[in-house]
Each structure stands twice: as structure tokens, then as C-alpha cells.
């Protein structure tokens, strides 16, 4: 959820609210869809992620649970669940910000957008690593500091709500990514510290115990004798307890953080709503050096020394404008509820125990009720504001010098400027009336609090009653293990689905039309276990043309005629099968006679292509070939490698001899085979392939396709430019729309066929450099038997076998060409221009040395004609 400024000012105030803390031998509870992201940003580095970096990204992931283990250290990761209705409209914002990044194809919007995917194979990782994970019906930090408080260990995450949470927080910027390892006496006086090298060549591992040493306190010869000393590695960071707030550095009260929390803001509360009692506290001269956030932040704690919990909240409330009472209101009894709810579902999930003794909790009535209690218990005609300084602490100050005010003026947040679009699109007649019809709070009679002539609590007050309870067994069961998106929990709950933007063509329809009947069909067999069956949902998507977000109405969602679900008779393929023929998939009974024979792990991903192919039109066989040659580099050659380097210029150097000795020595495509291998696709020619292909094969193919997982860069007067096709970025969101759709499938139906594994299968970045370096040849055979696969024949014959078993079920697809582009102006609108910083992504470099290389492989004796190239026979004749 976040409170605004609170992790700026903490931050800028470190050495007076962060600890610094070892992190090893514990339980560590950890706020999974935080972590994910943070990870997410991390593995950008190796390379740009271009809407789905899931190879680098899983190895990141499992890379991070590996550190954990070597320290010790036991996480249970909690993620997020379904949206609240309170926050539809923070969602709203955050999808309209992202579509405007992505109308210029610009690096920032390419570097943040989140791939669609990605918790799935965050997922995928952690089942790897075998960590213990649970997903939550809803919003999970309340979950996690309860599960935290009750295991008495620290939360990892990056989310300011953590830091009025009466948890030990460690914010994931704190964490160091290196492994300490600590020799030191009982005593502690006497140590040496030294980096765990985890990644060690075989002299490195007999030399000695694979730790560097950095640092040395004290004696040497106590740490390094025979006495009693303990040895333990751990994690370096900073760790935050609430005692470091409310402590004698600012002497709040821990029952005011609820208050102090609700009057920051959050994703909830729109700042404006407080503007009014903003403006009626002040404390004297401020110093406008200081950014606005932080100055409110610091009169808001020294407002709240001066007053009880009791009187602080009815002066919050009455400040407020009438029609807004009921929502600040419910913003401090959701606060205290959080703060105080002890109700622990993954404590139980997990089969944990409770660590702390704890008093029986206050149910929702009872904290209710008790808040209502103590406000009645002010006197009315109490004084409920107390100021140091008549002027406003919103107005300028008179004395002030000119600059100052100036400065003061001209400041403004990011949050306000996010109050300010959410109040435009919240005034917006359309969109409140769609907000409106997507809210599902319920409604009590509440006996009315009187200030004076005006009520202070109205009537009828509403809750936030977020819950599980309706949700049929079998649903928590795979939704809790995260089996399925979270985004069922919105389907199932609230008839709603959220069309997060990939990196698309925002002049098109969202690529995720093409998934239309897949996600009709999931939302049919979720109400399939409600007695009330509805068969409309809401799409909340980018609205086209413009920049806009916009409520559409999803009809007809039920399953084929004829047919019906049962959580008890699973798997059920038959509405899979039913899915398939309604796509007007040619010889549907034979994919799915066929599909059986073929590799576990592959058959949902090439049910995937298939249907991808029919249904888009843009779709060629290039993009096919182009998803094939990914398989085969993550699958086989990968495999292969004994490490995986993506550095072009370190992996050819490092195999620079061995390379040329293989092509010297190897067997062409050529000298092997000249015609298409006429072989089935199944798991007999996938096991020969795996285990038939040598690591110098492998090795060879690496050499060229290595540089597809860099970007191109080309230089355009003086400046260093790369260029995105949209076209070819919104046929392959488009490609991801029908993966994650089905993938959300597969699960309810009882797993019928093995769900998908994105980062064994899928690098867009790898496959848009490979179909745009190949879109354009006039044999696509040749091309891959001659120049990627010339020294790997088995490789080249799983790329054919595979492209045949999709052209036998959409024969069309031979038939369809790459759309043309005509004059500058359709070039310019196909091909945005993006701008690359150079300290964003550290550039490979190598497509100039890729082109050097094939030339000198056309050069080494061995004469062949390439029918790509109208002009090789040239290179013969001289």
C-alpha cells in the first residue's frame, strides 16, 4: 500500500532510524510480490528484459534463496492477492502512467514494465529452491507482520507500511548482495570478517575454505588459535523496529501510529480529503529547504505529541468535510485494525506455532466500538487544536524571504500529482459511474456520534469486508499454493478483470483481445460453485484511441454448450478441446491425439503457438521459426554450457581457440544433410536430442546466437539509437496474452497437460532480434541450415521437425508474409525511436564482430551460396 514520504524521510534520517544488523541463523518473513519486483529490477541488469527476461530472471531469483540458505536464514514469503475495491482507483493511475510511458517505446517504460508473467515464474523459482510460500486472499502486509510478530523474526520488503508496523523491518536496499563470513570470539571483541566466494575455480576450492578476508578486529591469535571462537556467515543490512520512531528521538506514543499513518496517506486516502485539517495545524516557522512531504511529515509527529489518541481523532474528523467523514473515518478504524489484528492464516498454513504469548484480539464490533467509546468520552467543548504560530502550515509566512516562498510555491510531490489525476478521473462522469458498479463494501446501520449540532460518525457507515469466506474449497486450495494468477482472486470476488498494458502498440486493440474466449471460459468455471450464475464481468483496459483507461463489459462468459465442470471429475480436457475447436484450429482431434506424444513440458506451450497462429493475423512463420530457435537455445544449448555467460565479448574470448578448432573439425549442415529431416515430433526424438547434442555443437550455435541477448544499437548522427518494431512487439505481447491466459486455465482443469515454465521456454528479447534478423529471407531454411545452425545439423533438424508439427495444424501460415511498410512516414510510425542511456543497460558490442564472423566463415574454402543473398555468388567469382 505504501505511506507517502515515509521511506524518503526515513532514509535521509538513516542513522537515526536503521540499525545495522547481521542476518543469519532466523526465520525471515517476506513480503513476496515486493521481493519479486525488487529481483525483477536486479536482473535488469544482465540485460534489458524488453517484456519478459525470464531465463535471467529466474536464475536471480533462485541465486537470491541460495544466499539465504548459505546464512541459514528459513523465508516464508507471503503474496499479494485480488484488489480491494478502495484501491481500484490507485490502479487506474498506476495503468494509466505505464500506458503513457509505453507510447514512445522509451527505455524507462521498457525497463520497468513488468512482464506479465513474471510472479509466476518468481513462483516456479521458489518451488526450485523449496521455499515455503503462500498466496493471500487479498493484500498481504497485514499478513505479514502478524505471521512476523508471531515467529518473532524480521520482515523483508521495501514498502514504507512496514515502518509503522510494530515489526523488525529490514528494507531490501539494505540488504548486501555479498555473503559475510565471521570468525570470532565468545566475547565478540576479538573477529575477522571475510566474503564467502561462492563461485570458485578448483584451485580456489583446494587452497582453502572459499573466504576472503577483508577485516580484522583486535587479536589474531585469539581468532586464529586454538581457543573456543564462533565462526558464521550472514547478510549485512539495516534493520528498523518501531522503537526507533516512537523512542525518545520524537516521543510518539505507539497507539498514535495508526493516526500517524492515515494522516501521511496512503494508496486508500486521497490527500486533498485532509487539506483541511492540513491547514488548521501548524508549528511555527518551517524550514522550506526541506521538500513539502517531509515538512508535513515532521508537523504531523509534532502535532501528535501534543494530543491523545482520543481527542487527536476527533480533531482529525472534524476538520474533514462532511462528505468525506465516513471515508478518513474508515481509514482509522482499517489502520487500528491492522495494527492490532493478530488473526494469523499463514501461521496455520505453514504449520508453525506461535512464538509470543499474545492477548486474545478485539474482534472488528469490538475495536469499533471501543474507538466510538473513547471519542464519546471528550468533552465537546474540548480544545482539539493547539498551535505554536498563527500561520497556516499549507500558507507562506510573511517573513520568509522572497526566494523561499517562491521555492515553496513552486514544490510539488509526485503523490499530489497523483491526487490530482485520480480526483480529474474520479470526476470524470463515465469513470465514476464505473468505479461506482465496481465497489463491493457493505453497508450497517451505526448509531450516530454527535459534535455539537453536526454528526460527527453518520449513519450507516461502510466497511471494507475483503474476505474469502465465499470462495468454494477447491479454490483456496490452488489459489493459496499460488497454482493460479492472482488476478482470479478479482475475477472470482468481484466480476473483474485488470488488463495490466505489456510493451504494445497503443494505436492497436490491447493485446490481450486475442485471449478474449480463454479468459471467458476461466470466469465461467469459477461461478460455476454460485448458486447466483452471471456470466458479465468488467475489463478494466487502455482505452483506444488515446491514452485513457476505460471500463468494458465482458458478456456471454460460460463454457460450451454440452458441457460441464466438476472439481471432482479432473482433468477434464474436454473444454480445453472445446476451447481449441471454437478457434477454428484445423484437425483438432489429431493436435490433441498427437500432442500427447510430445514432451511433457512442451505440450502447452506449442497448444500456445498454435493457437496464437491461427488466431493473429500478423502472425508468420517467421515468428515460429523465431520461437523454435528460443526453445531450442534455453532447452539444449544452454544445458550444454557449463556456465552462462551472455557477455558476447567475454564468452568468445574465453573459447576463441576451441571455437575455431571445432569449425575446423565439425560437420556441416551441408556435408551431413541436404534435405528436411522427416521425423515426428515426440518425446523419442527430443530425448536423442537432448542427449545427442555435443557440447561443441552447442558451444557453435552459442557463438552466433549469443548476441541476440543484447539489443541492437546503430549509430544516427553522432548518437547511439535503438530501434523497437511496434508491430513485432505487439504480435508477441499478443503471444504472451495466450501463454498467461492458459496457463490460468490449465490449473482448473486438473493440469490435463503440464503447465507452462516461461523460463525454460520464452526471452522476448531473444526472439524479437532473431525474427527481425530473419523476417525478411526468402528461405527461412536456408537461412537457419547455412549461417545460425551450419556446424549443428541436429539442431537445425529439431528446428524443422518442430516448425512442421505448427504448419500441419494452421497451414495458412505459409502463406502469410511480413506486412509492408511504404515511405518514410510508415517507417517512422513503425519504428519508434527509443533513446539509450549509456549507463541504463551495458551494451554487448557485437553485432559488428557477429557480421565479421559469418564472413570469415564464408571464406574458409568451403564455397557455399547463400539464396538469401542475391549478390554471394560475387564473392565466388572473385
Not at 517476506?30 to 531465463?55: E, H, M, P, T, W
Not at 530472471?57 to 499479494?80: E, G, H
Not at 503457438?609 to 512463420?621: E, G, H, R, S, T
Not at 501463454?739 to 482448473?748: E, G, I, K, R, V
Request: glycine share 6%; net charge negative; charged share 30%.
Amino acid at each position: 500500500m505504501g505511506v507517502r514520504g515515509l521511506t524518503t524521510f526515513i532514509e535521509k534520517n538513516a542513522a537515526v532510524y536503521l540499525k545495522p544488523h547481521e542476518l543469519h541463523d532466523t526465520k525471515l518473513v517476506i513480503d513476496g510480490d515486493n521481493l519479486c519486483v525488487q529481483l525483477f529490477k536486479r536482473s535488469q541488469k544482465v540485460g534489458l528484459a524488453l517484456g519478459g527476461n525470464y531465463d535471467a530472471y529466474y536464475r536471480t531469483v533462485v541465486d537470491f534463496f541460495d544466499k539465504l540458505q548459505l546464512v541459514n536464514v528459513i523465508p516464508y514469503v507471503l503474496l499479494d492477492g485480488g484488489y480491494e475495491s478502495r484501491k481500484i482507483a490507485i490502479v487506474r493511475y498506476r495503468m494509466q502512467q505505464r500506458i503513457l510511458k509505453m507510447k514512445g517505446f522509451h527505455v524507462p517504460a521498457i525497463n520497468s514494465a513488468t512482464p506479465p508473467m513474471l510472479r509466476e515464474v518468481f513462483v516456479d523459482a521458489m518451488r526450485e529452491s523449496g521455499v515455503a510460500y503462500m498466496r493471500c486472499a487479498f493484500e498481504a502486509d497485514d499478513e505479514v507482520a502478524i505471521l512476523a510478530r508471531k515467529l518473532g523474526c524480521p520482515v523483508l520488503s521495501y514498502d514504507s507500511d512496514f515502518y509503522i508496523h510494530d515489526v523488525q523491518y529490514i528494507p531490501y536496499v539494505t540488504l548486501s548482495s555479498k555473503v559475510y563470513r565471521k570468525v570470532s570470539d565468545r566475547e565478540g571483541e576479538n573477529f575477522k570478517v571475510g566474503i564467502v566466494e561462492r563461485k570458485q575455480t578448483k584451485k580456489m576450492r583446494q587452497r582453502g575454505d572459499g573466504v576472503r578476508y577483508i577485516a580484522q578486529c583486535g587479536d589474531q591469535d585469539v581468532v586464529e588459535g586454538e581457543g573456543e571462537v564462533e565462526t558464521y556467515s550472514y547478510l549485512d543490512c539495516c534493520l528498523y523496529t518501531i522503537d526507533n520512531l516512537t523512542g525518545p528521538h520524537d516521543q510518539l506514543g505507539k497507539e498514535m501510529i495508526p493516526l500517524f499513518a492515515v494522516l501521511l496517506g496512503n494508496d486508500y486516502i486521497e490527500r486533498n480529503v485532509l487539506r483541511a485539517f492540513y491547514e488548521a495545524i501548524s508549528t511555527g516557522r518551517v524550514n522550506r529547504k526541506i521538500n513539502q512531504q517531509e515538512r508535513r511529515l515532521k508537523v504531523i509527529l509534532k502535532w501528535l505529541q501534543n494530543h491523545t489518541f482520543e481527542s487527536a481523532t476527533r480533531a482529525i474528523i472534524r476538520h474533514i468535510k462532511g462528505e468525506q467523514k465516513q471515508q478518513v473515518y474508515r481509514q482509522i478504524l482499517t489502520a487500528i485494525r491492522g495494527y492490532n489484528c493478530e488473526d494469523c492464516v499463514a501461521l496455520h498454513y505453514f504449520g508453525l506455532q506461535d512464538q509470543t504469548a499474545q492477548e486474545t484480539p478485539l474482534e472488528d464490533d469490538e475495536i469499533e466500538k471501543d474507538l466510538q467509546t473513547r471519542l464519546r468520552a471528550i468533552a465537546d467543548g474540548e480544545k482539539t487544536m493547539e498551535t505554536v504560530d498563527e500561520a497556516s502550515f499549507l500558507d507562506s509566512e510573511e517573513e520568509e524571504e522572497e526566494s523561499a516562498l517562491n521555492e515553496g510555491q513552486k514544490e510539488k510531490s509526485k503523490d499530489d500529482q497523483e491526487d490530482e489525476l485520480s480526483r480529474h478521473n474520479s470526476c470524470d462522469e463515465e469513470h465514476a459511474k464505473d468505479e461506482n458498479d465496481l465497489l463491493q463494501e457493505e453497508s450497517d446501520a451505526e448509531e450516530i456520534i454527535m459534535d455539537g449540532h453536526e454528526p460527527l460518525i453518520g449513519p450507516e457507515l461502510k466497511r471494507n469486508k475483503f474476505t474469502d469466506r465465499n470462495w468454494p474449497d477447491w479454490f483456496k486450495r490452488i489459489y493459496s499454493a499460488a497454482q493460479v494468477p492472482r488476478f482470479l482472486a478479482d475475477l472470482i470476488h468481484s466480476n473483474l478483470y485488470i488488463n495490466y498494458p505489456q510493451i504494445e502498440d497503443v494505436k492497436r486493440q490491447d493485446s490481450n483481445r486475442l485471449s478474449g474466449p480463454i479468459l471467458r471460459t476461466v470466469f465461467a468455471i469459477l461461478k460455476t460453485s454460485f448458486k447466483v450464475k452471471t456470466t458479465e464481468f468488467k475489463y478494466v483496459t487502455r482505452r483506444v484511441p488515446g491514452t485513457g483507461v476505460v471500463n468494458a463489459t465482458v458478456t456471454d462468459a460460460c463454457l460450451p454448450e454440452g458441457v460441464e465442470y466438476g472439481p471432482a471429475k479432473l482433468p477434464n480436457v474436454t473444454i480445453l478441446r472445446k476451447l481449441f475447436e471454437a478457434a477454428g484450429i484445423e484437425k483438432c482431434e489429431k493436435l490433441f491425439e498427437t500432442i500427447r506424444s510430445v514432451p511433457s513440458n512442451l505440450r502447452l506451450y506449442f497448444l500456445a503457438i498454435i493457437y496464437w497462429a491461427k488466431n493473429c493475423p500478423d502472425v508468420n512463420l517467421a515468428y515460429v521459426h523465431a520461437l523454435v530457435v528460443c526453445i531450442l537455445q534455453l532447452q539444449i544449448v544452454d544445458k550444454a554450457l557449463k556456465s552462462l555467460n551472455r557477455n558476447v565479448d567475454q564468452f568468445r574470448q574465453a573459447h576463441r581457440e576451441y571455437l575455431e578448432q571445432q569449425r575446423q573439425t565439425s560437420k556441416t549442415s551441408d556435408e551431413q544433410s541436404t534435405g528436411k529431416p522427416d521425423v515426428a515430433f515426440n518425446r523419442t526424438f527430443y530425448n536423442k536430442l537432448a542427449s545427442g547434442t555435443s557440447r561443441a555443437s552447442a558451444l557453435l550455435a552459442y557463438d552466433h546466437l549469443i548476441h541476440h541477448f543484447s539489443y541492437k544499437e546503430e549509430e544516427v548522427r553522432g548518437r547511439r539509437k535503438m530501434w523497437i518494431e511496434a508491430g513485432t512487439m505487439h504480435t508477441l505481447a499478443s503471444f504472451q496474452s495466450v501463454c498467461f491466459n492458459l496457463f490460468a486455465l490449465t490449473p482448473l482443469l486438473g493440469y490435463p497437460v503440464e503447465n507452462l515454465r516461461m523460463h525454460e521456454l520464452y526471452n522476448t528479447l531473444f526472439v524479437y532480434n532473431v525474427y527481425e534478423g530473419m523476417k525478411n529471407r526468402a528461405d527461412l531454411g536456408e537461412y537457419e541450415r547455412t549461417v545460425i545452425f551450419r556446424h549443428s545439423p541436429t539442431l537445425y533438424a529439431a528446428v524443422c521437425v518442430m516448425v512442421r508439427f505448427v504448419e500441419t495444424y494452421v497451414p495458412d501460415l505459409k502463406g502469410r508474409t511480413v506486412r509492408a511498410k511504404t515511405g518514410k512516414a510508415a517507417k517512422r510510425k513503425e519504428q519508434p525511436v527509443v533513446h539509450v542511456q549509456p549507463t541504463t543497460v551495458r551494451p554487448a558490442n557485437d553485432w559488428d564482430e557477429g557480421k565479421k564472423d559469418e564472413s570469415s566463415e564464408s571464406d574458409d574454402g568451403e564455397g557455399y551460396v547463400d539464396v538469401n543473398n542475391k549478390f554471394s555468388q560475387l564473392l565466388l567469382a572473385g
